[in-house]
């Protein structure tokens, strides 16, 4: 394999055609654990879906997750930031939602407990989800908000029998928020004390994305029966996408180890990060029906020793396995910024469009939040760091775990 190096940005809403990626004959091994049959739908199931049970009423649209910008600036952390803290005192926090009323939802993932920050800062209890297996790695995880009469909190999540989605609409007012019924979405995703994926976003097209990881069982990147080990993408209710690159699959994408990061920039450019084993964590470029050569292939070098040239797609960036552990990644304009577990730093990545993509490491050092497992913009030009040293790995310190605040600027 070749040595980290700067790489171009992929043509926009380009399709890959990947060879190896064609539909297989056994999708209907795939879907029977998955709940979805709207419209969308090109499969069957015989779960009952989200669309089919009873919502309560509402006429009073809710609250909204803050809309992205469609600025295409180039950003970065402005000169001499200092974190300041937005919250404090969260325990194995793992995903964060800002909604335009004010208010953020969080995730701490081995209580399986929903609490909202309010906008004075304070921090409450919104609900526990029943149900939450916490082990390893696993127990609540992601979090996404779907506006409407009413607006749903979706959530993924551990259970004895597997990985999931569900969602519950959100009730009550800001500083009050709690949480109606909880139906499932989307069922039968592989799960393990490790490598559980588990991010979810509602993508610029309206659909719900899903990062799954391979449980555990590298067979499974590779089967495109298996949900683990993908990137998923699906209806708000969990049905398929007519335009899913795989006729009747939820998969857009395959070959992945444990991606837990996914975003789009300003341009509507798909991004995933995810951890390596023992060589290579990656930044790859999303592109429908791409096969991203896990277990075959770790890092550059999909011509190597397994003869494979042509049938992944390589990353855009790699980093050594004990400098980044990526989890979360979000981007504000042509900026993306990765959230990283083990190199305890922040990922400043510059992909211009038709230019290479290059990383700076932020908060690093002697300057280290410790573990950072997840980012998003924060308000009035800023950016939000989530810690993650409450998790077991990490080294808590006093005020543990927390979110912070840094201010961002364009890049000269």
């Known amino acids: 394999m070749t ?3 700067p790489r171009h940005r992929p043509a926009r809403r380009a399709r890959v055609v990947v060879a190896g990626a064609a539909v297989t004959t ?33 006429t009073t649209p809710g609250p909204g997750p803050v809309a992205p910008t469609t600025d295409t600036t180039a950003v970065r952390v402005a000169d001499g930031a200092e974190p300041t803290d937005v919250a404090t005192g969260l325990e194995a926090p793992w995903s964060v939602v800002r909604l335009d009323t004010g208010s953020s939802l969080i995730s701490l993932r081995d209580s399986g407990r929903v609490v909202e920050l309010t906008g004075d800062g304070s921090v409450r209890d919104v609900a526990t989800l029943d149900g939450v297996v916490h082990q390893g790695e696993s127990g609540l995880l992601g979090l996404a908000v779907l506006a409407g009469s009413p607006s749903y909190l979706y959530a993924y999540l551990t259970t004895a029998d ?39 976003a509602f993508g610029p ?27 998923l993408r699906m209806s708000p209710t969990g049905a398929v996408p007519s335009d899913n690159p795989m006729p009747g699959s939820p998969v857009w994408s395959l070959g992945h180890r444990n991606p837990q990061g996914i975003a789009w920039d300003a341009w509507g450019g798909g991004w995933v990060a995810e951890f390596g084993q023992d060589t290579w964590d990656e930044l790859n470029s999303l592109a429908p029906g791409a096969n991203y050569g896990w277990p075959e292939v770790e890092g550059r070098g999909s011509s190597g020793a397994s003869g494979s040239s042509g049938r992944f797609l390589e990353p855009v960036l790699q980093w050594r396995t004990d400098q980044a552990s990526p989890s979360g990644l979000t981007a504000v ?4 910024f990765l959230a990283g577990l083990g190199g305890e730093a922040l990922f400043e990545i510059q992909v211009p469009e038709g230019g290479e993509a290059t990383s700076t ?17 924060g308000p009035d030009g800023t950016l939000w760091l989530l ?22 600027q364009p890049v000269d």
């Open 3 to 5: 040595r980290d190096r």
């Open 26 to 58: 056994s999708l209907a091994l795939l879907l029977a654990g998955c709940t979805g049959g709207d419209e969308a739908s090109t499969g069957t199931s015989s779960s009952r879906s989200a669309s089919d049970a009873a919502a309560p009423v509402e």
């Open 162 to 200: 597997d990985n999931r989605i569900v969602r519950a609409p959100l009730t009550g007012e800001p500083g009050s928020y709690g949480l109606g019924s909880v139906e499932d979405v989307f069922t039968g995703i592989p799960a393990a004390r490790n490598h559980d994926g588990g991010r979810i």
């Open 205 to 231: 097209d309206g659909m719900l994305w899903a990062t799954t990881g391979d449980a555990s069982d590298d067979t499974a990147s590779q089967d495109e029966t298996s949900l683990g080990g993908k990137v």
């Open 333 to 336: 304009g042509s900026t993306l």
């Open 361 to 377: 490491e932020r908060f690093s050092g002697d300057e280290s939040l410790g573990r950072i497992r997840d980012v998003l913009p």
């Open 387 to 408: 810690t993650n040293n409450t998790d077991g790995r990490g080294d808590a310190r006093q005020g543990d775990d927390r979110i912070v605040s840094v201010p961002l």
